[in-house]
């Protein structure tokens, strides 16, 4: 029997009716014609990524966002490429996560800010915060936003994701969660935040890919991908993540095992806020380095 290919307009006929259709997504086998507008989304892996868990190689760690920023604007060189990302002028927000158990890291933080510098911006037009950034004076006047934290489930909004990581602009963060925080791409239309962001980065060195609970988090449920994920668009780059753990999921339970709550948000940023694309039809996913359990 021929297998029943699913198209674009079918899932989108299908999130009309339901909320929960952007869970599904990622299981759905979509049709193979590209459709316009394609986000690029480059994921980058090193077997050499790790010293030891949350203790990142700083010089691997560099060569990957180097070569994963170069490969997603088309340059040959790192630091051209940046230059189409940053300007000497900025004023430049690297918008991290201090989540203790899995927080985006100091290295990374670095690697990033060490760019930013040759770009030719002074180290007083940088900064690096979380939960302060509302009161930051460097994110008060950015002009330029680089988001950056790790990949992990959520007992909320069921992962969290880049979309999710700027939820500290918010005065409200309670008025994000209703309905499993579907409308989380409402914050990258708040005036701290809306246009600035050059570029963003999930972080898949050692992803939280099953979890139960708002604080959750146990070892076995992670696993040393020593990846990246990086692009333009934050709705490509977390589609593409949720795609890896649902993946990951499948592999440890030996069953499918959907995430809950659903990350819809991923989804409903796409079809209900058009802020970039989640449909995989309109993902162009280049994948460097390491490809042993790549599992995408």
Known sequence: MKKKVITR????????????????????????????????????????????????????????????????????????????????????????????YLPTGRVIEQAIKRRVMDCGVSDRNIGIDDRGVKRNPIFQEATALIN??????????????????????????????PDTCADLAKLWHLPQVKGKTRLNILIMLTPLFHGVGPHHFSRQYTWEYKGMLVGQDPVAVDATGLRILEAKRREFFGRERPLQPPAKHIFLADTRHHLGVSDPNRIELIKLGWKEGILI
């Open 148 to 177: 950056a934290r790790p990949a992990r489930t959520h007992d909320w909004s069921g992962m969290g994701t880049c979309l999710k990581n700027y939820i500290t602009y918010a005065r409200s963060l309670p008025s994000y969660h």
């Open 9 to 100: 307009r079918d899932f989108l006929k299908v999130a009309a009716v339901t909320p929960f259709a952007g869970a599904f997504a990622s299981r759905f086998k979509f049709g193979e014609t590209p459709g316009p507008n394609k986000a690029r989304v480059v994921l980058i892996r090193d077997e050499n990524a790790l010293i030891s868990f949350n203790n990142p190689r700083p010089e691997v760690i560099q060569k990957m966002l180097d070569d994963a920023v170069k490969t997603l604007l088309g340059e040959k060189d790192p630091l051209e490429a940046w230059k189409k990302l940053i300007k000497p002028s900025d004023i430049v927000g690297i918008k991290s996560n201090v989540w203790h």
